[in-house]
């Protein structure tokens, strides 16, 4: 029998022909001849069959002759019918190498082939889905259109084999006894198998395989028992990007598909909430029976006895029974009645991983997308969310100034949810090394509340003891499970990483997420105040810094922020932000221009005012800056008397009965001594006139500069406003506030003829009229200065505290020093411009001596033409003729000293 051939020659001859009709002839033979095998139940000679059909043709170099055997192949696989499960190992593999044959027509029909082959099988190809998968993933791109036919209609056939042996097992009555038997599956898919797969294949680019991909992810989510969705994380990266493809049916179908996905992930902690909700409803009413049991036996159970956390957090054994119904995601296989969502594993943590980096894609759907899952993870895994804030809030903060609407909304949204989930999670208590840097402290009442955004207080967390009865436990261990975020000893929010974080957002270039960055600040500081000041050193300079912003809004969440932590503060920390804020403003000139009002004026709103300018005025009475310590008062003056969150300092400036009153007096004015008109304003405003008086007596022994008067015409503005308006009516006093004439008329005689001048001397001038100047006492310089205050009688200690002679050297030294320092710049000044003037009078002076010899010749030759006539202006100095000076002309009795 060794030359036996299982195949006769007319089915040689016929498979291997190029005509396909009579290959198709010459299979039916090849059908016929293994029916008659499969009778006799003859193996062998059906071994040879095949085996002749995979060497002599299915492998052969020839085209003809390898359609041939694909034909054959699949001809034997429809005799064996049922049988072909022992042969497909000896079929399947060739039909496979034909499926990237350089020949279309070999490709075609070993598609063909597979079909019949499958078609014949059912699931027991699936035995070779993933080497299937593979072939039709590659045709999906091919070129030719017979081909690309051909393999979607074996694909189809492939995907109702998979869904069709993936749901047996599930058939039948949803009522399943304990005693009935789940009948086994005889599906050999395997998700674990196929998922390296297509975490491979997932990072293709061609638009036709990614739509192929999608199409399959789709049919596999469909299938009930799979559970794809546990699969996930291994795909789900390369997924996302295929919604930047260029194919719009493919960006559509995978945005279907991920909704889908998240649809899922949403039913299964739903799920999960609801097993766990009622495991801890059975634990409380177990605990009750038991108490009750225990008053019955005389030994009574506290409710406090019971473990807390065993009944909101049941162990997992006990989990373990409420899940014994999911299915095995290794062998899709399960038991009992299919749930949606039920034994459902979602790893959290590892989706926002992954879309971590998608978040600022800059792919408007990926970035969309990426978001849309992180706001609904927010709310489903609150407990592992928390680990990711730092990260998220780097991401979702640009995004609330997005130019695109849709993306703008989920960005709010987003950040509305991580702030929230910070807000509930339970203060932790201070470590030892919070309690040695500085014991947390209620924030002040006078801190302003926080923004608008900010959760209100019925959303905070609310704890009670889960075992304590109550009338309707029920409904109060559904809120508690609802609202409560265990946290553990470690706490697994990172404040140090997420002021980091919020801190890097002061950069931004919108304004929106530099305001929302300071809101989470807000918040983050008012929870723990003892965490952010480990912070400090990184955020203060920052802080500081943002003053500077372009945005108002931005300043102002700044400002509450810096007053906020100061308030929780120790007086060293207070003092320091006092010194560093002085410091930026004298650097940047500009800042204190167009800020340096609204950022004091907003920190006296959240603190007290008192304190700042206290601290304040200790500093500048110090500072050897002494042009910023000017201008510095001037401003401070200002607020003090314009502002109205400062009328409780000014009124206690205006009554220095008590001696605390007096000593912020003197507080304030020994640093406003660097500036005399704010010292005279802050006697006017203290009703100290006669010393007032006094200081117009020094005024005179000072340089009037520009900007003095420019002071001087100011307070007279300020003297028509309503914060003055006691001292207007003083006027109608004269017998009692003499000397406050006599401030006012220097004042006035200080003025050059300007509007001030004429409001301040029409408002003298009414005064006059009235008659009552002449009540004013012709020699009242015969008391002691110190003997009597104009305003109202002092206390008996004012002249023990208030000792006007000290406070008025005191002024006459400070201003006599600034007076130094500006003729010293001057002088510097002056010396710089005589040394370029003398430069170019070097370079000038030849050509002067070269045109005095051309004179003296002409003069020679000519007389005395080149002369100017005698008595016309031969004698005028060369100032008389110079050009007239521009800048702002001062009366002469002003600028002498008398």
Known sequence: MSD?????????RGLNDKIYDKRKTAALEVERIVRDYVAL????????????????????????????????????????????????????????????????????????????????????????????????????????????????????????????QSTIGMQGSGAIEPGDLVPTRTSTFSLPRFIPLLSERIYTLNPFTRHFLVSWITVLDSIPDLELVSYLPEFLDGLIKFLSDTNPDVRVATSTLLGDFLREITEAAEVRFQQKQTMALIKHMEAQSLAEKSEIDGATLEPKDVDDKALVSPNDSTLHDWETLSV??????????????????????????????????????????????????ILLAKDI?????????????????????????IAIQANTNLFKLILEIPAQPQTDADLQQKPSETPSGRLSSMSDRSLPASNKLKKEPVGKATDSPDSELAYEISSVIEVTEEDPFDYQATVNALTLQFLNEHEETRVASLEWLLMLHKKAPHKIHASEDVTFPALLKTLS???????????QLLAQISSTSDGEYFTRFMEKLLSLLSTDRRLLDTRGSLIIRQLCLSLDPERIYRTFAEILEKDEDLEFAGIMVQTLNTILITSPELAELRRRLKHLDSKENQVLFIALYKSWCHNAVATFSLCLLAQVYEHAASLLQIFADLEITVNFLIQIDKLVQLLESPVFTYLRLQLLEPEKYPYLFKCLYGVLMLLPQSGAFATLRNRLSSVNSLGFLHLVPQKSEAKPPESRRNSSKPAPTQAEVLKFSELLSHFRAVQFKHEKSRNQSVQSTSRSSSQSRRRNRVTTGTSRSLAAGLAGLNHDRNGTSGNLAPGKNSELPRSATSSPSFGPRIPKRLSKKP
């Open 4 to 12: 036996f051939h299982p195949l006769t020659p007319q089915i040689v």
């Open 41 to 164: 139940d003859d193996r062998e000679c059906i071994k040879q069959i095949l085996q002749a059909l995979v060497q002599d043709f299915a492998y052969s170099l020839a085209p003809n002759s390898r359609n041939g055997g694909l034909i054959g192949l699949a001809a034997a696989a429809i005799a064996l019918g049922s049988d072909v499960v022992g042969y497909l190992d000896d079929i399947v593999p060739p039909v496979l190498a034909c499926f990237s044959d350089q020949e279309w027509k070999v490709r075609y029909q070993s598609c063909e082939s597979m079909y019949n082959i499958a078609k014949v099988s059912k699931g027991e190809i699936l035995r070779f889905f993933n080497e299937i998968f593979d072939a039709l993933s590659k045709l999906a791109t091919d070129t030719e259109l017979a081909v690309k036919t051909a393999a979607n209609t074996l694909d189809r056939l492939i995907k109702d084999v998979v869904s069709e």
């Open 328 to 377: 095995n995601h290794g062998e899709g296989k399960g038991k009992g009645v299919w749930v949606p969502g039920q034994g459902v594993t979602v790893d959290y943590a590892r989706i926002v991983e992954i879309l971590k980096p998608h978040l600022v894609s800059s792919e408007e759907e990926i970035q969309a997308t990426a978001l849309r899952w992180v706001n609904e993870f």
């Open 385 to 409: 969310m928390i680990a990711f804030v730092p990260t998220l809030i780097t991401a979702v903060l640009p995004c609330l100034a997005h130019q695109i609407d849709a993306i703008r909304l």
């Open 549 to 559: 912003d372009s945005s108002e809004e931005v300043v102002r969440r700044d400002l």
